[in-house]
């Protein structure tokens, strides 16, 4: 597997982050990401980066789980188990709301976090890689992506003046390495 290098810019305080990755970005560096030990609002403006569509996802799980829970009581109490008691309709909407409403809710949370966890890689036996251990304590990593073409004195001298305490390289051998077991 190919190896993959990293500039990482090392920031002590979210403000100067804040500010320093749009002036990163207006340079002509490519921001590959940037990890932080707790979310920093505003942070995926100043990276342009474009708005989630999980609540989409999360309203197809939704209307999903309806059509499932309304179908099946449906099909239940209408064709497949007829149970007429006290001349009540065999076809009661009202007595299905609960349920419909549950599995909705159901259907819809399940199938956001399954996928929140596809599109972040969180799934079990995905070993991701740490930037720098401090990035899960106090310090905020902006990780810039380089190869034998790029120029690092001068990538290097963008993050200092954009804010960085230190900047430090990384070399990941196995990237996103599959462990099973």
Same mark, same amino acid.
């Given at each position: 597997m190919a190896e993959k290098k990293f500039l990482l810019g090392i920031f002590g305080d979210e403000d100067i982050l804040l500010e320093g990755v749009p002036a990163i970005q207006n340079k002509g560096v490519k921001i590959h990401d940037v990890f932080t030990p707790f979310p920093i609002h505003g942070l995926d403006t100043a990276m342009g980066l474009r708005e989630s569509k999980l609540h989409i996802a999360g309203f197809i799980y939704g209307i999903t789980g309806t059509s499932i829970a309304f179908g099946f009581m449906t099909w239940a109490n209408t064709f497949d188990w007829r149970v007429n008691f006290g001349g009540k309709p065999f076809w009661a909407v009202p007595a299905y709301i609960p349920i419909t409403f549950e599995l909705t809710v159901l259907m819809a949370a399940a199938g956001m976090v399954a &996928?929140? +966890?596809? $599109?972040?890689? $969180?799934?079990?036996? #995905?070993? =991701?890689?740490? +930037?720098? $251990?401090?990035? &899960?304590?106090?310090k905020m990593v902006v990780a810039v992506e380089i190869d034998e073409h790029s120029d690092i004195a001068n990538i290097t001298n963008i993050l200092k003046q954009s804010g960085a305490e230190e900047v430090n390289t990384k070399?990941?051998?196995?990237?996103?390495?599959? =462990? #099973?077991g």
């Open positions: &996928t929140f +966890m596809y $599109l972040c890689r $969180l799934a079990p036996g #995905i070993n =991701k890689p740490i +930037m720098d $251990l401090r990035q &899960t304590d106090d070399v990941f051998d196995n990237w996103y390495r599959y =462990k #099973i």
